[in-house]
């Protein structure tokens, strides 16, 4: 009992100040209140490895990594190393660093199949000005993008197709249409009812499991047949599924593709790639088509971000790092699947992904998903030391902290075990996490209140 963490009076404190200086009280929703249980770490103060460390001085083993933008592990040493090196320089100049060059170099060896790259901040930036630019080749306004991807960017042209589209014109909305995933008939037929009107389609190449065989082939010929781009948005499986990205792992050659995340290791840089004939509109020697104003920010090159993703890709391309990610997530996999066979949770827990991406589903006792058993299972890990809004490993995440993982899981597991028996209301405390992407706020702000619940 004495092991439980249990003490977050000063991310309580700073919770309350958050929430009036900041709207959603975190600059991002996924790591909002909302998104957590009521007994968890508000705010973190700094990361090693796979390791954090919270404001209340408790420690946990992580695997959100920063929404899957750290790769390698908190403040990897080569990474720091050279961004630290870099600021010696300085970090934003009136013209173009020479780094630039060498980053935009690096990046195109690791990606084969693109002819050149743009850098930017972050991945929103990236596949707006893939839309844009895609719109600007084929002249088009329709973009299709994967009904059954979560989220491609922060703009207009992507959140209007979600609950929270409050602010965004209609006109706006009705400009981008949704496909289904591993259905070649549906994209057909969205061709069809829109000939000559689609600029491009977006989509990540696989959310874990892999795509139906020669889909995503099929697809990109489809598209080329009715005149449309293919784009792929790389910001998660870039890094993850192989160095070159998902691209390099199935074989193809997009004429767009979106890349983020991992690409620093945590720092702020992002990349537009693609094929010269269409990534030159926005260059200024191209005479023969009007001007793209594709990718052109303050801080887009900053040097010390791309000290960072230079570092990264070295790391990548001399180490192991694919090849563990991979075998630590099956491991990772397996122990908590067979966790979930001893106490019995096959119809309410299961784990799905692609094994350096993997994730978890909860389910109520009526067998349907449910967000208040998420937030119980979440709530009974983050009490034994292990932060898991998912299962995302790194390069550093050792076979300690994956057992320590497992037994905290299998621990949590009895718990779960417990609510479907006597009610969840006797063991989640406060109110469940809810959604991101919802139309109305609830009256607690996070769902509907649960009470108080005893300690097991």
């Not at 083993?61 to 320089?89: F, S, T």
């Not at 784990?351 to 937030?375: I, N």
Request: hydrophobic letters at 40%; glycine letters at 10%.
């Amino acid at each position: 009992m004495d092991a439980f963490i249990q003490d977050f009076v000063n991310s309580d404190r700073l919770r309350r100040r958050a929430h009036w200086v900041i709207p959603g009280g975190a600059h991002t929703y996924a790591k909002g209140d909302d998104q957590y249980p009521v007994l968890s770490p508000g705010f973190i103060v700094s990361g090693h490895g796979c390791h954090v460390f919270d404001v209340d001085g408790n420690a946990y083993i992580e695997y959100g990594m920063g929404n899957r933008a750290v790769g390698l592990g908190h403040a990897y040493p080569p990474v720091v190393d050279a961004v630290a090196r870099q600021l010696g320089h300085g970090c934003n100049f009136t013209r173009p660093a020479s780094i630039e060059v060498e980053c935009a170099s690096a990046f195109l060896q690791m990606i084969p199949g693109a002819d050149m790259v743009k850098f930017c901040k972050d991945g929103s930036d990236a596949t707006s000005a893939a839309v844009r630019l895609a719109r600007a080749a084929t002249g088009r306004d329709y973009i299709a993008r994967c009904q059954d991807h979560p989220f491609f960017s922060t703009d207009d042209w992507f959140i209007g197709t979600t609950e929270m589209n409050a602010g965004i014109p209609e006109a706006v909305r009705d400009l981008t249409l949704g496909f289904r995933y591993n259905d070649i008939d549906d994209a057909r037929d969205l061709f069809a009812r829109h000939p000559g009107r689609i600029a491009a389609f977006i989509l990540e190449a696989s959310r874990g499991d892999d795509p139906a065989e020669g889909y995503l082939h099929a697809l990109q010929e489809l598209c080329h047949q009715n005149g449309a781009l293919f784009i792929l948005d790389e910001m998660i499986t870039g890094f993850r599924w192989a160095r070159g990205g998902a691209q390099e792992y199935y074989g193809l050659r997009p004429d767009l593709s979106c890349f983020g995340k991992a690409l620093g290791n945590g720092f702020a840089i992002s990349a537009l790639a693609g094929r010269r004939e269409f990534m030159e509109l926005g260059g200024i020697e191209q005479v023969a088509r009007p001007r793209v104003f594709l990718l052109s920010t303050t801080h887009g090159a900053e040097t010390h971000a791309m000290a960072a993703a230079i570092a990264t890709m070295h790391v990548y391309a001399e180490e192991p790092v694919i090849a563990r990610l991979r075998r630590q997530g099956l491991r990772l996999k397996a122990g908590i699947e067979q966790a979930i066979v001893y106490h019995g949770l096959q119809r309410f827990v299961s784990v799905a992904g692609h094994p350096a991406c993997l994730s978890y589903a909860t389910r109520g006792p009526e067998g349907t998903p449910s967000q208040a058993f998420r937030t119980l299972l979440l709530q009974e890990t983050i009490r034994r030391g292990v932060l898991a809004p998912s299962l995302v490993v790194s390069y550093t995440h050792g076979d300690d902290e994956i057992d320590q993982t497992i037994a905290a899981f299998d621990a949590a597991l009895g718990v779960y075990r417990l609510a479907l028996e006597h009610g969840i209301e006797n063991y989640l405390v406060g109110r469940p996490s809810d959604v991101v992407f919802r139309r109305y706020n609830s009256v607690s702000g996070a769902g509907e209140p649960v009470a108080a619940a005893r300690i097991a």
